[in-house]
């Protein structure tokens, strides 16, 4: 594939190795926030037998609508004293292996299509051939999913009412009411 043989090729002439600092998991809760969609809950809740609202806070940009209807469009992972609430004290991610696709590409994404770059103190670490492929097909699938969300969400929002008086949260699996 065209595009993953290109991606990766970028990757590679970029450099990355993670230094596992815990940077991009920790820090101002704006900067660090990761954004998960409902699959992403779903399987970290079965890896760790954790609840629903102690793994995800509502997306914190409200959009007021008239009478007192107040509604956004994602979920985020909790933080706590600006740490991710999965990065243990040695720094590790006490997810890793379900851990959300913002976490899986970090410090790529792509932004209509093109690979956008955070700062990191990885980058322009050693990277074999092989494991910047292997970010290129995991951006490319994150690319995939994150616009299937979008779309369905779009459409239940079209679709839905939102009762007067209400905070809710919509995502692919429908119109979640919250309080606060
Ligand atoms: S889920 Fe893991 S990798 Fe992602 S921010 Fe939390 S600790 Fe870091």
């Not at 970029?14 to 920790?26: D, E, K, Q, S």
Request: charged content about 30%; aromatic content about 8%.
């Amino acid at each position: 594939m065209q595009r993953v043989s290109d991606l990766a090729g970028a990757i590679k002439e970029i450099g990355f190795a993670c230094t596992g600092c815990g940077g991009c998991c920790t820090g101002d809760e704006e900067q660090s926030r990761v954004i998960i969609s409902p699959d992403e809950i779903g399987e970290i809740l079965e890896a760790t037998a954790m609840g629903r609202n102690d793994i995800a806070a509502p997306y914190p940009e409200f959009i007021d609508a008239n009478d007192g209807r107040r509604f956004t469009f994602a979920w985020c992972l909790r933080m706590k004293d600006e740490r991710c609430i999965f990065l243990s004290p040695d720094k590790r991610c006490s997810i890793y292996q379900v851990r959300p696709w913002i976490c899986r590409t970090y410090p790529f994404m792509l932004e209509g299509g093109e690979l956008v770059i955070s700062d990191c103190p990885g980058l322009g670490g050693d990277i074999t051939e092989a494991d910047a492929r292997s970010l290129a097909t995991a951006l490319l699938k994150r690319e995939e999913a994150e616009e299937r969300e979008e779309q369905v969400i779009r459409k239940i929002f079209s679709e839905s009412s939102i009762p007067a008086g209400e905070t809710v949260v919509f995502d692919s699996q429908g119109m979640w009411s919250i309080h606060g």
